[in-house]
Each structure stands twice: as structure tokens, then as C-alpha cells.
């Protein structure tokens, strides 16, 4: 206890978010308080944050090597406090959750936060399995917050037991690894397993594998992405909103740093492993997507697919992939934040199956434009940013010799447009059948939305500034 | 003026917002003036046009070049050559005249307009691009304009055939990706996504140093995959299953524009990208590529003889003439391959008119089945008149252009492949067949009393055709006054193609 204090001043975002827990959490009991604008201060709180990341330089090994501060920490910390920010604004925007709650549920947002950035940051496995259960547990109450809805209390459920048999795998398997090589530092790891993967020996693919499962659970990957659909169909909306962006880019990154360790010999078999997951994810998500009428299903499977895609960069297990994940990352959350946004706008009255969006281009004509430019970068049809992002995916791909991982995420693509396309041609080509006065005046949603697809629009033809962003992402090796 | 190139792949686009600046009613006449305005532009183009330069590996004119991405080395980097100039006017023309055809549009007039102007930037930005990247973007940015033009403006299954349409091309283009990248990762040379380099390079004796990808050679993979994806847009049998749907449904405007430009765009990236690139695999690929076209001309000409719906048979008519173009640049001497761009030019001028006249139809009687008229002659003599004009064009009638390009062709491949040839000489047949039988059956005959007070051709629709009549002639007659633009590039372009 007594040595980690000077630490602290390298983690100032993560004391301030230790801080904002317990402050989210009393408050309420505090009758001074109780009475400040919940939203308002912890929009502060995010905005604090990202400017003390921001400020931040250097790289770090800090208690005991179990977390690693660095450029790469920093900047995807960043990333959550702009995507709790957006979410904020969404819960103001949005009555499936109760106004009531909110302390509770920026309490639990901060907790998420914490575990986010610690997830970052980790370089030993027992802070990852930490780090993945402090994002985890908070998220089954999110998910459950709907309480207009009964599916949310089986969605929360289905989201505790898969999350806790995944956990439980991942520590199995954690176990596995320390029993192999006496150590759970990301860099003593692979150098102790050196020998059983120069053998071949089961084991050691069991161990990995194992290992992972949580990280693939975060990402919502296959196998354990059945979770994925159900919570995020049952859930608010800002919080599937949330759940979809900033929980699987902390789990990326986490994969990311913890396969950088590996040593080259090992190369050729992680790439076997991860090139097959990535294909069985990008097929399952859009096929499975493909039959789906609700918005938020699709979203949900459409964000399991996109796991797919990002994990061909993992795969490749280069800094170039790692970049290419990271170029993708900004733009993922553009396309995917809009598309929810949109979604926020038009299913008022709780309507979120997509015939329920038909005509919708008569009443909202600039809104539906902005939801189309999202989704059709999500399909990654040029020239919108997410096209630019698989270009880049498929680059990396293609340079270390992975066709088969090409040619099935090429086909992928094509798959994903038909669904993408399904839902703009309700809301374009479809008349209406809602009546009018269901939709309600608000214009911060459209706002959002279009204020999103111009910038998809702008990358997808310039797209040097997001590439001047990702170059500042390096692992130190 | 400078950048000239850049203001007329530009211009149309420039147009959209304009379009919101006025009444809804009038975005037609913003649609018109930016066509015509850039049409203008352009004369400069083909007034300053050096006939005598060789293209295609240098000396390309009115090159633009801007570093765009220079970590990856993608340029902006535009111009034109022999290959490029008859697309970049036949595109500039088809503009003028779908503007003219898109006069009725009723519905979201600004939507359709900017659609519309967008799809016109993206086909001629194809067409310049000389950067593999560049031409990708261009290449897809037409796709979802087309897909909104047909699923909301289009025919009663346009739904089906818009989504048909788009998967489809896309399926095609996302192989066109994986192979442009696969091109630059290899290339010979310093890496470089720089069309004209690649293809001196390859001229100079260099070679891919690619591996074997799924037990095939690297270059073989990449040119299949290349070839598939502009097969698609050809279209060549058996990737045209979506032609036929996407022709029919379309309003009338964007059946012009699909069949004039799009499907020349295809074999306009044969001639570019995918033959020059690989001239050793198309040596390998040539016979079959001769079966195809052999295969497109007759099997095409043969739905079309069995077609009860006038659109669709024209449709089918297009798969059949392309075929056309395929026979010449499959043989590639140079009769063939001058042959093959001035069918591509004429193909794109004959089809447009044969759209907007079964347009013209379909407006007044709602429905394009050739058995339900009959003697229409005696009641729109001038409408019969037109089409029968544009019907022998589309025959190959001596006198107007087809025939000057479908004997070219027929020249050029009999030297190198006598037996497809003579096959070939029966999609002709054929096409006199339907053609001349569509025509009596809808315009001689006893008068089908039902259409006996059909109004004949308004001004805008004869206003959008006529210039197209002057051109088939012209160049039916005087046809060395188009072939001398692209002739000496493509026979240096032949040389490259049979050394």
C-alpha cells in the first residue's frame, strides 16, 4: 500500500474514476447532493478525464507490472470517456430508463470505466480477469434496467450465466498457463510456453484458448456470443448503445496486448486459431442477421459480425493490424453511436421492429439520411469511412498471405449489405403505415445523427487524419 | 482552362446542392443545365484531344495528379487517352439525354435528380481515374445511387431487381478489391496503386511476384478475379441474370443510362486494367473468353427472339451486342479492338434510343407487352417512324453505326478465330429477327383499337432522341471522325495485347 501511492499521479484518470464511483453511488444518501444534476457532472467527469489522458506521456509499468500506462492505454481510454459521454446524452434523450435511477446508473457506468481502462492497460492475467469481471458485473444490472420490459430480467440473466461460465473458463485456463509457466505476466507467458508450442502439445492450445474465452466473450465473438442478441434486444437502448462499442473495444485491445507478447515461432499457430475464429464470427453474425426483424437484433448480430472483421486484424498479429483495428475503431464508433442514435429517434413508443420504420423518409427525410449514411458504412460500401476501415483490414490480410481469411471476409461484405440495405429500404422505399404524431419533436437525436455522417462521409474520401491518430498507437515493440 | 478534366468529373456533382435551392418541381432544369453545362465544358477535351499519342503505358493528356494518401501511395491522378475519350463523350451525351428522359419524374424530384448527378460524377470519374484506388471509388460510388434510382423510382417488381442488381455488382466488386490490393502488394517495382506505371512496367518485362494461391498461380487468381468482376457489369454469360431485371425495372432514364455507360464500363476495365496487367494470362484465356462472347451474341439474341415484353428484349438485345465487344477485344488485332470501343460507343448511343422509345410507349399504354399492340403506325406515324430507324441501327443496318463496328469486329476476329465468326455472323440474324418482328407486331398489323387515340412523340421525348439519330448517323457515314480519336492507342494497346 505503501509503495503504490507515488504511483498514482501516472493513473490520474483512474483515481478520478475511483472517486466518481463512490460519489455516484452515496450521493443519493447526501441531501446536498442529491440535488446536483446527475448527467451534467458526470459529463464533467468524462471530460476531466479524457483531458488528463490526453496530457499524459510516456509509458509506465506500474504495481508490480500488472498494468502497462502507455500511448496505447491512453488513447483507448479516450475512446471510452467519448463513448460514455455519448451515452450520457443519449439517456437524456431516451425514456426507457428511469430518470430516478440515474446516480445508480452512472455509478455503474464509472464502475464499467474503471474496468474498461484497467483492461487497457493490463499486462498480468489476474488483473485481466479482474479487469473483465469489473466490466461485466455492472453491465448484467445495466442490461436489467429496463424494467418496463420482462425480457430484460431474461436477457440479465442469460448475460450473468454466459459471462460467469465464460469467466470461469477463463480462469480455468489462466491456471492452465501458470501451471505451465510459474508466471501471469503477459511478457513471461509466451516465452514459458515457448517449449510446449515448439512441441505441439495440446495442452498449450488448450491454455490459450481457454484464456481468451473472456476476451472473446467481451468482444462477443463465437463461440460465446449467444449472450449478445438477447441482452442487447432487452436492454435500453443508450446502454446497447454502450455495451456495443465500448466493452469490445476494451476487449480488443486487450487481446491485442496480450497477443503482442508472443514470440515467432508461435506466430503461425495464434494465426491459425485467430483467422478461424474470425471467420466462423464475421459468417455466424450475418448469416444469423440476416433473418432478423427487430433493429436492435440486428444490430446486435451486425456487431458480432463486426468482431469478426476486427479480430482478421488481431489475427495478423502485426503492429500493421493493430492499427488497422485501431484506424477502424473511431470510425466503428461513428457508424455504430449514429446508427443507435437513430434508432433512439425513431422507435419512440417502443416500436423496434423494423416495419415499424417504414416511410419514415416523409417525416424525418434528414434524419433517415443520416441513418442510411451509417448504415450503409457499416455495410462498407465507399465512399463512406467504412469502406476506408476494411480496406485497411483486408490490406493487412492480404500482405501476411491470409486469402482464405480475404476471400470469406469479402463475401462476408457482400452478405452484410443485404441486411443494412433490408432496413434502408423500409424506411425509403416502404409507405407509411405509423400514424404522425407517434414520433416526437427532439432535435438533439437528428442532430447526432447527421453531425455523425459527415464525418463518415469526409473519411471515407480524406481519410489522413484518423491515420495520423492511429500512427500514435504503438505497442513498444 | 486548367483542371479542366477534374470540372467535368465534378461538375454534375456540384449541381446537387443547387437543387435544393430551388421548388421541387424545378430540380429538372438544374439536373439539365449541369449535364449540358458540363458537356460544354468538356468540348475543350476533344477539340484539344492529340490524336497522334500513343496512351495507354505514357503520354496520357490532361493528367491531373495530387498526393492524396501518401502512406499508402494513392494519388488523385486523372486523365485520358484514346481508350478513355469515346467513353467520357458517349458518357457526357447519355448525360443530356436522361436528363431529357427523367422530364416525367413525379416523385422526390430532388432525391432522384441528386442521385442521378451523382451516378453521372461517378461514371465519368471511372473513366478517368488512373489510380487503382481512384477507380474502386468511383467504381462503387455509382452502385447505391442505382440501387435507390431503380427501388424507388422503378417498375412494380423494382424492389427484386435493385437489391438483385446491387448484391450482385457488389459480390463482383469486392473480388476487384482483393485484387487490386493483391496488384500493388506484388506489383513489379516499387509499390504503386499507379494504373499507367503497372502496365509500363509489365510492357517493360516485369512480372508479378506473387505465390500460389489456392494452388493456382498468382497471376492467373488475380486476373480471374479481375475478369469476374467486370464480367458482372458487361454482362457476360452467365453473370447477366441480373441485367434483364434491372433494365425492365428501371424508369426509363436510368434503363439509358444503365445500358448506355454502365455496361461499357466493364469491358472499358478489360481494356484498361485486367488485359494489359496480365497479357500472358489473357493469351492463356482467350479462346474461352471467344466462347463467351460467342455465347453472350447467340444465347442473347435467342432471349431475345422469345421475349414477350418489349423492355426486356431490348435488354436481352444489350447482352447480345456487348457480346459483340467481347469477340473484338478477345481477338485483339486492331481491327478488332477499334472495333470492339466504336460497338461499345455505338451500343451506348442505338440501345438509349431503343429504351426511350419503348419509354415513350410505356407512359402512354402502361404496359410494354409486344402482343398487346398492334398497327400503331397508322396512329403515331412519327413515333413508328423513329423507332423503326432506331430498330435498323440496332440491326446493323449499312449506313448507320452498328454496322460500321459490328464488321470491324467480324474483320478483326475472322483473321484469328474463322469458326466463331460464322457464329457470331447468326446473332446478327437473330437480331434482325427480333428486332423486325417486335416491329411488325407492334407497329404494322390491324390497329389494336384500344391505343387507336395514342398521342404521338412529345417535344422532350423527340428532343432526346434526335440527337442520338444525328450521331448514328453520322458515324455510320463518317465514322473515321471517332475512330481517329482512339485508333493509334488502341493499336499500340493490340500490340501490347498479341506481342
Given at each position: 500500500?505503501?509503495?503504490?501511492?507515488?504511483?498514482?499521479?501516472?493513473?490520474?484518470a483512474?483515481?478520478?474514476?475511483?472517486?466518481?464511483?463512490?460519489?455516484?453511488?452515496?450521493?443519493?444518501a447526501?441531501?446536498?447532493?442529491?440535488?446536483?444534476?446527475?448527467?451534467?457532472?458526470?459529463?464533467?467527469?468524462?471530460?476531466?478525464?479524457?483531458?488528463?489522458e490526453?496530457?499524459?506521456?510516456?509509458?509506465?509499468?506500474?504495481?508490480?507490472?500488472?498494468?502497462q500506462?502507455?500511448?496505447?492505454?491512453?488513447?483507448?481510454?479516450?475512446?471510452?470517456?467519448?463513448?460514455?459521454?455519448?451515452?450520457?446524452?443519449?439517456?437524456?434523450?431516451?425514456?426507457?430508463?428511469?430518470?430516478?435511477?440515474n446516480?445508480?446508473?452512472?455509478?455503474?457506468?464509472?464502475?464499467?470505466?474503471?474496468g474498461?481502462?484497467?483492461?487497457?492497460?493490463?499486462?498480468?492475467?489476474?488483473?485481466?480477469a479482474?479487469a473483465?469481471?469489473?466490466?461485466?458485473?455492472?453491465?448484467?444490472?445495466?442490461?436489467a434496467?429496463?424494467?418496463?420490459?420482462?425480457a430484460?430480467?431474461?436477457?440479465?440473466?442469460?448475460?450473468?450465466?454466459?459471462?460467469?461460465?465464460?469467466?470461469?473458463i477463463?480462469?480455468?485456463?489462466?491456471?492452465?498457463?501458470?501451471g505451465?509457466?510459474g508466471?501471469?505476466?503477459?511478457?513471461?507467458?509466451?516465452k514459458?510456453?515457448?517449449?510446449?508450442?515448439?512441441s505441439?502439445?495440446?495442452?498449450y492450445?488448450l491454455?490459450?484458448?481457454?484464456?481468451?474465452?473472456?476476451?472473446?466473450?467481451?468482444?462477443?465473438?463465437?463461440?460465446?456470443?449467444?449472450?449478445?442478441p438477447?441482452?442487447?434486444?432487452?436492454?435500453?437502448t443508450?446502454?446497447?448503445?454502450?455495451?456495443?462499442?465500448a466493452?469490445?473495444?476494451a476487449?480488443?485491445?486487450?487481446?491485442?496486448?496480450?497477443?503482442?507478447?508472443?514470440?515467432?515461432?508461435?506466430?503461425?499457430?495464434?494465426?491459425?486459431?485467430l483467422?478461424?475464429l474470425?471467420?466462423?464470427?464475421?459468417?455466424?453474425?450475418?448469416?444469423a442477421?440476416?433473418?432478423?426483424t427487430?433493429?436492435?437484433r440486428?444490430?446486435?448480430?451486425?456487431?458480432?459480425?463486426?468482431?469478426g472483421?476486427l479480430?482478421?486484424g488481431?489475427?495478423?498479429?502485426?503492429?500493421a493490424?493493430?492499427?488497422?483495428?485501431?484506424?477502424?475503431?473511431?470510425?466503428?464508433?461513428?457508424?455504430?453511436?449514429?446508427?443507435?442514435?437513430?434508432?433512439?429517434?425513431?422507435?419512440?413508443?417502443?416500436?423496434?421492429?423494423?416495419?415499424?420504420?417504414a416511410?419514415?423518409i416523409?417525416?424525418?427525410?434528414?434524419?433517415?439520411?443520416?441513418?442510411?449514411?451509417?448504415?450503409?458504412?457499416?455495410?462498407?460500401?465507399?465512399?463512406?469511412?467504412?469502406?476506408?476501415?476494411?480496406?485497411y483490414?483486408?490490406?493487412?490480410?492480404?500482405?501476411?498471405?491470409?486469402?482464405l481469411?480475404?476471400?470469406?471476409?469479402?463475401?462476408?461484405?457482400?452478405?452484410?449489405?443485404?441486411?443494412y440495405?433490408?432496413?434502408i429500404k423500409v424506411?425509403?422505399i416502404?409507405t407509411?403505415?405509423r400514424?404522425?404524431?407517434?414520433?416526437?419533436?427532439?432535435?438533439?437525436?437528428?442532430?447526432?445523427?447527421?453531425?455523425?455522417?459527415?464525418?463518415?462521409?469526409?473519411?471515407g474520401?480524406?481519410?489522413?487524419?484518423?491515420?495520423?491518430?492511429?500512427?500514435?498507437v504503438?505497442?513498444?515493440? | 482552362?486548367?483542371?479542366?478534366?477534374?470540372w467535368?468529373?465534378?461538375?454534375?456533382?456540384?449541381?446537387v446542392?443547387f437543387?435544393?435551392?430551388?421548388?421541387a418541381?424545378?430540380?429538372?432544369?438544374i439536373?439539365?443545365?449541369?449535364?449540358?453545362?458540363?458537356?460544354?465544358i468538356?468540348?475543350?477535351?476533344?477539340?484539344?484531344?492529340?490524336?497522334?499519342v500513343?496512351?495507354?503505358?505514357?503520354?496520357?493528356?490532361f493528367?491531373?495528379?495530387?498526393?492524396w494518401?501518401?502512406?499508402?501511395?494513392?494519388?488523385?491522378?486523372?486523365?485520358?487517352?484514346?481508350?478513355?475519350?469515346?467513353m467520357?463523350?458517349?458518357?457526357?451525351?447519355?448525360?443530356?439525354?436522361?436528363a431529357?428522359?427523367?422530364?416525367g419524374i413525379?416523385?422526390?424530384?430532388?432525391?432522384?435528380?441528386?442521385?442521378?448527378?451523382?451516378?453521372?460524377?461517378?461514371?465519368?470519374?471511372?473513366?478517368?481515374?488512373?489510380?487503382?484506388?481512384?477507380f474502386y471509388?468511383f467504381?462503387?460510388?455509382?452502385l447505391?445511387?442505382?440501387?435507390?434510382?431503380i427501388?424507388?423510382?422503378?417498375?412494380?417488381?423494382r424492389?427484386?431487381?435493385?437489391?438483385?442488381?446491387?448484391?450482385?455488382t457488389?459480390a463482383?466488386?469486392?473480388?476487384?478489391?482483393?485484387?487490386?490490393?493483391?496488384?500493388?502488394?506484388f506489383?513489379?517495382?516499387?509499390?504503386?496503386?499507379?494504373?499507367?506505371e503497372?502496365?509500363?512496367?509489365?510492357?517493360?518485362?516485369?512480372?508479378?511476384?506473387g505465390?500460389?494461391?489456392?494452388?493456382?498461380?498468382?497471376?492467373?487468381?488475380?486476373?480471374?478475379a479481375?475478369f469476374?468482376?467486370f464480367?458482372?457489369?458487361?454482362?457476360?454469360?452467365?453473370?447477366?441474370?441480373w441485367?434483364?431485371?434491372?433494365?425492365?425495372?428501371?424508369?426509363?432514364?436510368?434503363?439509358?443510362?444503365?445500358?448506355?455507360?454502365?455496361?461499357?464500363?466493364?469491358?472499358?476495365?478489360?481494356?484498361?486494367?485486367?488485359?494489359?496487367l496480365?497479357?500472358?494470362?489473357f493469351?492463356?484465356?482467350?479462346?474461352?473468353?471467344?466462347?463467351l462472347?460467342v455465347?453472350?451474341i447467340?444465347?442473347g439474341?435467342?432471349c431475345?427472339?422469345?421475349?414477350?415484353?418489349?423492355?426486356?428484349?431490348?435488354?436481352?438485345?444489350?447482352?447480345?451486342?456487348?457480346?459483340?465487344?467481347?469477340?473484338?477485344?478477345?481477338?485483339?488485332t486492331?481491327?478488332?479492338?477499334?472495333?470492339?470501343?466504336?460497338?461499345?460507343?455505338?451500343?451506348g448511343?442505338?440501345t438509349?434510343?431503343?429504351?426511350?422509345?419503348?419509354g415513350?410507349?410505356?407512359?402512354?399504354?402502361?404496359h410494354?407487352?409486344?402482343?398487346g399492340f398492334?398497327?400503331l403506325?397508322?396512329v403515331?406515324?412519327?413515333?413508328a417512324?423513329?423507332?423503326?430507324?432506331?430498330?435498323?441501327?440496332?440491326?446493323?443496318?449499312?449506313?448507320?453505326?452498328?454496322?460500321?463496328?459490328?464488321?470491324?469486329?467480324?474483320?478483326g476476329?475472322?483473321?484469328?478465330?474463322?469458326?466463331?465468326?460464322?457464329?457470331?455472323g447468326?446473332?446478327?440474324?437473330?437480331?434482325?429477327?427480333?428486332?423486325?418482328?417486335?416491329?411488325?407486331?407492334?407497329?404494322?398489323g390491324p390497329?389494336?383499337?384500344?391505343?387507336?387515340?395514342?398521342?404521338?412523340?412529345?417535344?422532350?421525348?423527340?428532343?432526346?432522341?434526335?440527337?442520338?439519330?444525328?450521331?448514328?448517323f453520322?458515324?455510320?457515314?463518317?465514322?473515321?471522325?471517332?475512330?481517329?480519336?482512339?485508333?493509334?492507342?488502341?493499336n499500340y494497346?493490340?500490340?501490347?495485347?498479341?506481342?
Amino acid at each position: 500500500m505503501v509503495n503504490t501511492l507515488p504511483y498514482l499521479s501516472f493513473i490520474p484518470a483512474h483515481v478520478l474514476m475511483g472517486f466518481a464511483i463512490i460519489f455516484f453511488f452515496l450521493a443519493k444518501a447526501v441531501p446536498f447532493l442529491k440535488r446536483l444534476p446527475a448527467s451534467a457532472v458526470f459529463f464533467l467527469v468524462m471530460v476531466v478525464c479524457f483531458w488528463l489522458e490526453s496530457s499524459g506521456s510516456g509509458s509506465k509499468s506500474l504495481f508490480f507490472d500488472m498494468i502497462q500506462v502507455d500511448s496505447y492505454s491512453r488513447l483507448y481510454n479516450q475512446i471510452f470517456f467519448i463513448v460514455i459521454a455519448v451515452t450520457i446524452l443519449m439517456m437524456a434523450n431516451n425514456n426507457e430508463l428511469n430518470k430516478e435511477n440515474n446516480w445508480e446508473v452512472f455509478g455503474l457506468l464509472a464502475t464499467v470505466c474503471l474496468g474498461m481502462m484497467l483492461m487497457s492497460s493490463a499486462s498480468n492475467l489476474l488483473i485481466t480477469a479482474v479487469a473483465i469481471e469489473l466490466v461485466s458485473i455492472p453491465s448484467y444490472v445495466l442490461v436489467a434496467l429496463n424494467r418496463k420490459l420482462p425480457a430484460s430480467k431474461e436477457a440479465s440473466l442469460k448475460y450473468v450465466l454466459f459471462g460467469s461460465f465464460a469467466a470461469g473458463i477463463m480462469l480455468y485456463g489462466m491456471s492452465l498457463i501458470f501451471g505451465l509457466t510459474g508466471t501471469l505476466k503477459f511478457s513471461g507467458i509466451w516465452k514459458g510456453l515457448a517449449d510446449y508450442s515448439a512441441s505441439g502439445a495440446a495442452i498449450y492450445f488448450l491454455a490459450i484458448l481457454m484464456t481468451i474465452s473472456g476476451m472473446i466473450f467481451k468482444i462477443s465473438a463465437v463461440p460465446f456470443h449467444f449472450w449478445c442478441p438477447d441482452a442487447y434486444q432487452a436492454a435500453p437502448t443508450p446502454i446497447t448503445a454502450f455495451l456495443s462499442t465500448a466493452p469490445k473495444v476494451a476487449g480488443l485491445a486487450l487481446l491485442m496486448r496480450f497477443f503482442s507478447y508472443h514470440i515467432s515461432l508461435q506466430k503461425s499457430d495464434l494465426t491459425l486459431i485467430l483467422s478461424i475464429l474470425a471467420m466462423i464470427t464475421m459468417t455466424v453474425g450475418n448469416l444469423a442477421a440476416l433473418k432478423q426483424t427487430d433493429i436492435k437484433r440486428l444490430l446486435a448480430y451486425s456487431s458480432i459480425s463486426h468482431a469478426g472483421f476486427l479480430l482478421m486484424g488481431i489475427t495478423v498479429l502485426n503492429a500493421a493490424g493493430r492499427q488497422a483495428v485501431f484506424f477502424y475503431i473511431p470510425i466503428y464508433l461513428l457508424m455504430n453511436l449514429g446508427a443507435f442514435m437513430a434508432v433512439i429517434y425513431l422507435s419512440q413508443g417502443n416500436r423496434f421492429d423494423i416495419a415499424s420504420y417504414a416511410g419514415m423518409i416523409k417525416k424525418k427525410p434528414w434524419l433517415v439520411v443520416g441513418f442510411t449514411v451509417c448504415l450503409f458504412s457499416l455495410a462498407g460500401l465507399p465512399p463512406f469511412a467504412g469502406f476506408i476501415g476494411k480496406f485497411y483490414l483486408f490490406k493487412v490480410v492480404i500482405e501476411e498471405g491470409l486469402y482464405l481469411l480475404a476471400v470469406v471476409a469479402a463475401v462476408n461484405s457482400v452478405i452484410s449489405l443485404f441486411y443494412y440495405v433490408g432496413v434502408i429500404k423500409v424506411m425509403i422505399i416502404d409507405t407509411e403505415e405509423r400514424p404522425i404524431k407517434e414520433i416526437q419533436a427532439g432535435r438533439f437525436p437528428v442532430t447526432f445523427v447527421i453531425a455523425c455522417s459527415f464525418p463518415i462521409v469526409f473519411f471515407g474520401v480524406y481519410w489522413i487524419p484518423l491515420l495520423n491518430w492511429a500512427e500514435k498507437v504503438k505497442l513498444l515493440f | 482552362m486548367s483542371h479542366i478534366l477534374s470540372w467535368v468529373v465534378f461538375v454534375p456533382l456540384i449541381g446537387v446542392p443547387f437543387l435544393w435551392l430551388l421548388p421541387a418541381k424545378k430540380a429538372k432544369w438544374i439536373a439539365l443545365m449541369a449535364t449540358i453545362v458540363d458537356f460544354f465544358i468538356a468540348i475543350p477535351l476533344f477539340t484539344q484531344f492529340d490524336k497522334t499519342v500513343k496512351g495507354v503505358t505514357s503520354g496520357m493528356q490532361f493528367v491531373e495528379k495530387l498526393p492524396w494518401i501518401p502512406s499508402l501511395g494513392v494519388e488523385y491522378y486523372i486523365g485520358i487517352d484514346g481508350i478513355s475519350i469515346a467513353m467520357i463523350l458517349l458518357t457526357l451525351i447519355i448525360g443530356v439525354v436522361a436528363a431529357l428522359a427523367s422530364w416525367g419524374i413525379s416523385q422526390y424530384e430532388r432525391g432522384y435528380f441528386a442521385m442521378f448527378l451523382l451516378l453521372q460524377t461517378a461514371m465519368l470519374g471511372v473513366f478517368v481515374a488512373l489510380d487503382l484506388i481512384l477507380f474502386y471509388l468511383f467504381w462503387e460510388i455509382m452502385l447505391f445511387p442505382m440501387y435507390f434510382l431503380i427501388g424507388i423510382w422503378g417498375g412494380p417488381r423494382r424492389i427484386y431487381a435493385a437489391i438483385k442488381f446491387f448484391l450482385y455488382t457488389l459480390a463482383g466488386s469486392v473480388g476487384m478489391l482483393l485484387a487490386i490490393i493483391a496488384i500493388w502488394y506484388f506489383a513489379p517495382g516499387e509499390r504503386t496503386f499507379n494504373m499507367i506505371e503497372l502496365v509500363q512496367r509489365i510492357h517493360e518485362g516485369g512480372s508479378f511476384s506473387g505465390p500460389v494461391i489456392f494452388g493456382f498461380p498468382f497471376t492467373k487468381v488475380v486476373f480471374i478475379a479481375l475478369f469476374i468482376g467486370f464480367a458482372i457489369k458487361v454482362p457476360i454469360f452467365p453473370f447477366h441474370t441480373w441485367l434483364p431485371d434491372a433494365h425492365v425495372e428501371a424508369p426509363t432514364a436510368i434503363s439509358v443510362v444503365l445500358a448506355g455507360v454502365l455496361l461499357k464500363m466493364g469491358t472499358y476495365g478489360f481494356l484498361r486494367i485486367n488485359f494489359p496487367l496480365f497479357p500472358d494470362v489473357f493469351e492463356w484465356f482467350r479462346d474461352f473468353l471467344i466462347a463467351l462472347a460467342v455465347i453472350n451474341i447467340v444465347y442473347g439474341a435467342l432471349c431475345a427472339l422469345a421475349q414477350s415484353d418489349l423492355k426486356k428484349m431490348i435488354a436481352y438485345s444489350s447482352v447480345s451486342h456487348m457480346g459483340f465487344v467481347l469477340l473484338g477485344i478477345g481477338a485483339a488485332t486492331t481491327q478488332g479492338i477499334n472495333g470492339a470501343v466504336l460497338q461499345m460507343f455505338n451500343h451506348g448511343t442505338i440501345t438509349a434510343m431503343l429504351f426511350l422509345l419503348v419509354g415513350v410507349v410505356y407512359d402512354r399504354a402502361h404496359h410494354r407487352q409486344i402482343a398487346g399492340f398492334g398497327g400503331l403506325a397508322s396512329v403515331t406515324p412519327v413515333y413508328a417512324t423513329v423507332t423503326s430507324i432506331a430498330f435498323m441501327a440496332a440491326i446493323g443496318l449499312p449506313g448507320m453505326s452498328g454496322f460500321i463496328s459490328e464488321f470491324l469486329i467480324l474483320t478483326g476476329a475472322f483473321k484469328v478465330y474463322q469458326v466463331a465468326t460464322i457464329v457470331s455472323g447468326l446473332g446478327i440474324i437473330f437480331g434482325a429477327a427480333y428486332m423486325l418482328w417486335a416491329y411488325q407486331r407492334v407497329f404494322f398489323g390491324p390497329l389494336n383499337v384500344k391505343y387507336k387515340n395514342l398521342t404521338d412523340m412529345k417535344f422532350v421525348e423527340l428532343a432526346s432522341v434526335v440527337p442520338l439519330i444525328i450521331i448514328v448517323f453520322y458515324l455510320g457515314i463518317l465514322p473515321d471522325r471517332l475512330i481517329g480519336f482512339f485508333e493509334i492507342s488502341l493499336n499500340y494497346l493490340s500490340s501490347i495485347l498479341i506481342s
